[in-house]
């Protein structure tokens, strides 16, 4: 998320109560999670299991829980709670803004497009032409939406990231601060949910279709001319590639990149990437081949078992 004008280090440091390292007009752009920062960026980290991984980003401000040696170029923003601040810049940069209408005035609908009844479109939503919006859908603030794009019953496109801390008396959420974008041609089965990026864009690539209640989690990236079946769970963080297909009730772990005509089989869960131009099935999943060897040989279990016991 960018800020609709440039900070300095010493505002935002006013504004959250904490320290800093760097020059006070030390330029701050927006803000960002560590795998979509550019300069000009804050990310936050609150383990020392991360620190490197941040403090070596392309983010130029980081919001740390421990003062360490600052890379040249760059600023750090000491915290006692960084998950806690981070909140704070998100809060005081993109408040939430209640809606006044059903379909808001802000929204912006091209030519040809149909809206069906009951259907909410919140503030500074953007949608192409010869759309097809059908009852009950509900599309969350700067939501933007291509051309011929069809949205079936139910769906619900912007909703928060499944994103929480551990506290010792309760979950702490993460605010999101992102959208979704669902690029041209793109077609959206009843009653599917695709979450908004925490900070970034979820991206529903051109051609893609999603069947009847698929899940897509926040800051997923699908490509183009992608076939997901019913019932598919996404979840956050993941890069789905060109052409993939995967059909139904599989479910893929956060943080995975499955590879250009990847083919993923019914109920297959995905824990790890996989690469493209095979197809997989199983959970964990794998290639075919790998697969029906390992069943193959599970199968010869029970005769071993039966030769060990005549020779005992």
């Given amino acids: 998320m960018k800020f609709s004008a440039p900070q300095t280090l010493k505002d935002i440091a006013q504004l959250i109560g904490c320290s800093f390292v760097g020059k006070d007009d030390f ?40 003062e360490v040696d600052c890379p040249e170029g760059k600023a750090l923003l000491i915290s006692d709670d960084p998950f806690r601040d981070f909140n704070k810049i998100s809060s005081h940069f993109n408040p939430f803004v209640p809606a006044r209408a059903v379909i808001s005035d802000s929204s912006e609908i091209g030519l040809h497009t149909v809206i069906q009844p009951n259907v909410f479109i919140g503030n500074h939503v953007k949608i192409g032409k010869d759309c ?64 908004k990026g925490v900070t970034g864009s979820t991206t529903i690539g051109k051609g893609t279709k999603l069947d009847n209640q698929v899940h897509i989690g926040h800051d997923t990236i699908i490509g183009e001319r992608c076939l997901f079946a019913a019932q598919v769970v996404v979840a956050g963080c993941v890069v789905i590639e060109d052409f993939v297909t995967i059909w ?36 964990p999943a794998d290639e075919f081949r790998k697969k029906y060897k390992e069943i193959a040989s599970i199968r010869l279990i029970p005769d071993i078992i039966e030769k060990l016991d005549k020779l005992t």
Avoid: W
């Fill in 248 to 283: 139904g009730q599989a479910a893929i772990t956060s943080g995975v990149t499955i590879g250009e005509k990847a083919v993923i089989s019914a109920q297959s869960g995905v824990s790890k990437s996989l690469a493209g131009h095979k197809s997989y099935f199983g959970s």
């Fill in 132 to 195: 097809l919006i059908h009852p009950n859908v509900c599309i969350y603030d700067n939501t933007v939406i291509g051309d011929n794009v069809t949205i079936h019953a139910g769906a619900v496109i912007g909703a928060d990231a499944f994103y929480y801390k551990t506290r010792p008396e309760k979950f702490d959420k993460l605010l999101s601060c992102g959208n979704v974008v669902i690029e041209d041609h793109v077609d959206i089965g009843a009653s599917c949910t695709i979450d």
């Fill in 27 to 66: 330029p701050v752009l927006g803000m960002n999670e560590i795998h979509v920062v550019t300069p000009g960026d804050i990310v936050f980290v609150d383990h020392p299991k991360y620190y490197s991984k941040a403090l070596e980003s392309a983010a130029t401000i980081v919001l740390i829980n421990k």
